[in-house]
């Protein structure tokens, strides 16, 4: 089971680039961030027509998200992350897929720090931990994915002394995520690839994708029921390099078995 996330940065302005990787590819889950859209304007009969159905959790020109699936069931468990009801940014959304409980997540940039968009992320980061304890308490199959914003470590950044005062590398944000996954997340891509140059991300501007002066950002935190699962995980890096592409590129994990 070949489960995958992607940050399309506009699902309308990307949709040639996102059909022809789902086409290339045919991952059986996909968790999108970014839409852009808001809910009427989701492209669902093109992506119906490549084999996938769909629930997402959209916004007009900002944020937005969304789950795929293939060939299994997909049952909406719920959107918007809970512990703010006044929270109106569309950035989270959960199903249930084949047996696992998936969550795709669009964590706040936080830029210009401080200031109150990096307030909102650290708010944003600590209802996000806050829950994924829940989830772990569950005792079962749990996946959370998506773009996190966060640049976990120096190996996770080029030139990581440029980053130092934004927000992605903050030493709150690290922080914050070194939390989460001391509460018993797997960071699926560092399970397999401990010492690897891993990126995500590259900008669009400065040559950073031919330079490859990347980030990794976009992440894969696996729940313990599913770390002997994890077959493989990597990132489709030449979808970059793609005309008129995202600056984000697809990161996926295989999953042994069913459940």
């Known amino acids: 089971m070949r489960i995958a996330t992607y940050n399309v940065n506009g699902i309308n302005a990307r949709l040639p680039v996102l059909l022809r990787w789902l086409q290339t590819t045919t991952p059986d889950v996909v968790c999108l961030q970014e839409l852009k859209t808001p809910d009427e304007k989701f492209p669902i009969e093109a992506i119906t027509e490549v084999g996938y159905q769909a629930v997402w959790h959209g916004q007009k020109s900002w944020n937005g998200v969304a789950i795929l699936t293939r060939h299994h069931e997909i049952q909406e468990v719920k959107r918007g992350l809970p512990g703010d009801p006044d929270d109106e940014q569309s950035r989270y959304i959960e199903a249930?897929?084949?047996?696992?409980?998936?969550?795709?997540?669009?964590?706040p940039n936080g830029n210009p720090a401080p200031g109150p968009?990096?307030?909102?992320?650290?708010?944003w980061m600590e209802r996000l931990n806050s829950y994924a304890a829940g989830l772990l308490a569950l005792n079962k199959p749990v996946l959370l994915t998506g773009d996190y914003n966060v640049i976990p470590t120096e190996r996770d950044v080029y030139r990581p002394e440029r980053w130092l005062d934004d927000a992605l590398f903050r030493p709150e944000s690290r922080s914050a995520f070194h939390?989460?996954?001391?509460?018993?997340w797997i960071d699926a891509l560092r399970k397999l690839h401990p010492d690897e140059t891993i990126y995500t991300f590259w900008d669009y501007f400065r040559t950073s994708f031919s330079r490859n002066a990347g980030l990794r950002i976009d992440h894969f935190l696996l729940s313990?029921?599913?770390?002997?699962?994890?077959?493989?995980?990597?990132?489709?890096?030449?979808?970059?390099?793609?005309?008129?592409?995202?600056?984000h590129a697809p990161v996926w994990v295989q999953l042994s078995g069913e459940v």
């Open 117 to 123: 968009k990096f307030d909102y992320k650290l708010r």
């Open 179 to 184: 939390a989460l996954l001391g509460q018993g």
């Open 224 to 247: 313990s029921q599913l770390e002997s699962r994890l077959l493989a995980a990597g990132v489709d890096r030449d979808v970059r390099g793609w005309e008129k592409t995202s600056d």
């Open 96 to 107: 249930t897929v084949n047996g696992i409980l998936i969550g795709c997540l669009y964590l």
